[in-house]
């Protein structure tokens, strides 16, 4: 417990310093010439720093080889390199992002392992350059829709903690091989972020969505492959409200609205809920932090829903599919009340 304690006022301390100095550098500072996205809700100017406290973590206390740690850096720093416009291209970022992920996944031996579809398991999960491509396109589509939810406060960060704190309460309930120290740190972190992002005190900016999503999927991936009383289906739903919210977003902007995919988008679900709210309140702030608490509480619910079927494929695959109708009718709804706002 002393031992918490002080890893907590430790890493408030360092991100209560890194703010002040953001600002006073104006590096790594969100404001309204920078970022059109995420100023639709904010207007405050915030520093970038709580990606810093999860690579402290990652490269403090996870075990993995250098290179695997050098490489999940490397997606944080090509986040850190969009945050500054020093590369805005979506195409070039997702070329890079494609580059390190497959040398990640080869050197690192991390992989989806099963789909437990027994015909697909046996022709294209037995081959490994097939499983590389599959892993690879799963990461890539959970970065970026990690990023796609980093657009009001608590969402992104919360919804990760979400994920953690599930794990965290299923290995109370199931045997399941996991660091529980260790998650209990990353819990912590979580919490000094959430608290500091509340009151718009510090951002993630895509190099902490990009790394939150890189990590989170790796984990998970070995978490699913270490432990067979866990359906992979059972994984997917841990990750599919990102990965949904970036599949959604690319169908319905490049055939539904026919818009350039790589435009700043104002329509995401979050966004409809935030107006939604600052109609009822007019309060910006508000709204805001109540857009993401909102999101991730219907989240949790469905998490701790899954949690009592972790191996039963079948139920998880009709989870899922609740899921996502669900997310579709509230989407529709919202945008059909709110049409005269956007």
């Known amino acids: 417990m002393n031992e918490y304690i002080i890893y907590f006022l430790f890493l408030i301390i360092i991100l209560n310093l890194s703010n ?5 550098y104006n590096f790594l500072v969100d404001d309204k010439e920078k970022l059109v996205h995420k100023n639709f809700v904010n207007k405050d100017k915030v520093p970038s720093t709580g990606g810093f406290l999860f690579l402290f973590f990652i490269l403090y206390f996870y075990e993995i080889t250098f290179f695997g740690k050098f490489l999940i850096l490397s997606v944080f720093v090509l986040g850190l390199f969009s945050d500054i416009n020093k590369l805005s291209s979506p195409f070039k970022r997702l070329l890079i992002q494609s580059i390190i992920i497959i040398s990640f996944i080869y050197i ?7 789909l437990r579809l027994l015909y697909i398991d046996n022709i294209f999960l037995n081959n490994f350059f097939l499983k590389l491509i599959f892993t690879a396109i799963c990461l890539l589509i959970l970065i970026n829709g990690s990023n796609f939810i980093d657009g009001v406060n608590t969402l992104c960060g919360g919804y990760f903690f979400v994920i953690f704190l599930n794990i965290y ?3 109370f309930e ?3 091989n996991i660091n529980l120290e260790n998650i209990e740190i990353l819990l912590l972190i979580f919490i000094i972020f959430l608290i500091s992002n509340i009151f718009n005190k510090s951002f993630l900016g895509d190099g902490g969505s990009y790394l939150l999503g890189f990590f989170t999927g790796i984990f998970l991936i070995n978490l699913s492959n270490n432990n067979s009383l866990l359906s992979p289906y059972y994984i997917a739903i841990l990750l599919w409200y990102p990965v949904f919210e970036n599949f959604f977003s690319f169908v319905r902007r490049s055939i539904y ?3 350039n995919i790589q435009d700043p988008d104002n329509l995401h679900l979050h ?7 600052k109609k009822k309140f007019f309060n910006d702030k508000y709204a805001n932090i109540a857009s993401g608490v909102i999101i991730n509480l219907f989240n949790f619910n469905i998490l701790r829903i899954a949690s009592n079927y972790t191996n039963e494929t079948k139920l998880l ?5 609740i899921y996502s109708f669900t ?3 509230t989407y529709f709804y919202l945008r059909k009340i709110n049409k005269h706002l956007i």
Request: net charge negative; proline share 0%; hydrophobic share 55%.
């Open 108 to 114: 690192e031996n991390i992989y989806v392992s099963e």
């Open 257 to 259: 609205e026919s818009k």
């Open 271 to 277: 966004h409809l809920l935030f107006i939604s709210i």
């Open 169 to 171: 309460l299923l290995s």
């Open 327 to 329: 997310y579709l009718a």
């Open 20 to 24: 002040f100095l953001f600002i006073k």
């Open 317 to 321: 695959i009709i989870i899922i599919t």
């Open 174 to 176: 199931n045997q399941i």
